[in-house]
């Protein structure tokens, strides 16, 4: 990091104080810390309902299989300058039974929701936020994550903010200041633009979005799927 952001970490992150301050990639972990191999890379965009569910989901049922997961945010906005997509709920027919769906599959998974306001919203603070804490703390960032996605879809706080994402953090016990100076750094930026450019490289171009051995699924619609091949491998 540069600037201010790189003089705080020791209040922000104070059992962390000596952690270097690049963007560089983390283990991938259990949610209980746990470092383990043949991790699942998760991507997700923070205005995807169906990708607050997913990551409600995806870290219980990879440890039932003692996987790791990879969390990575990505902004649909430039996927979908590659695909010529458009978020589900705003597109001619499909919109509203996708409005009907999504909260029938949060439903379905004892989860809260409520459509927001306003949607969909742009992913960069909140993704920005996720990369710092992760380079730093990756359980303290997938907390963080989920907690923003509730506050979105839960809560109808626009989380599009960077002064909402900050008060976000903030209740986790960051400090609302070093959240918002990361959130302007040229190098949390730059992490972020490098993820999803990486993640179209790779052929990502929705969320929830899951490779796992080399195997992509898409939707939480695939979690059946998913189950089975952590189960017994590929059919």
Known sequence: ????????????????????????????????????????????????????????KIDDLAARYERGVIWKPILLGAVFKVTGGKPLPTLPLKGDYSKIDIARSARFHNLPYKFPSKFPIAGQAPSRAFYWVNERDPILARKLAR?????????????????????????????????????????VKEKLKSEVDAAIARGVFGSPYFVIDGEPFWGVDRFDQIERWLDKGPF
Do not use: H, W
């Open 147 to 187: 907690t923003l996605y509730q506050a979105y879809f839960v809560d109808d706080r626009d989380i599009s903010s960077p002064e909402i994402t900050a008060e976000v953090a903030a209740s986790l016990g960051l400090q609302r200041d070093d959240v918002l100076a990361a959130l302007g750094s040229e190098a």
């Open 1 to 56: 990091m540069t600037g201010n952001t790189t003089g705080s970490l020791t209040q922000a992150f104070p059992d962390n104080a000596a952690c270097s301050t690049n963007m560089a990639d983390t283990p991938p972990l259990t949610k209980t810390g746990g470092i383990l191999t043949n991790p699942i890379d998760f991507y997700f965009d923070y205005s995807s309902p169906y990708g607050y569910i997913a990551a409600l």
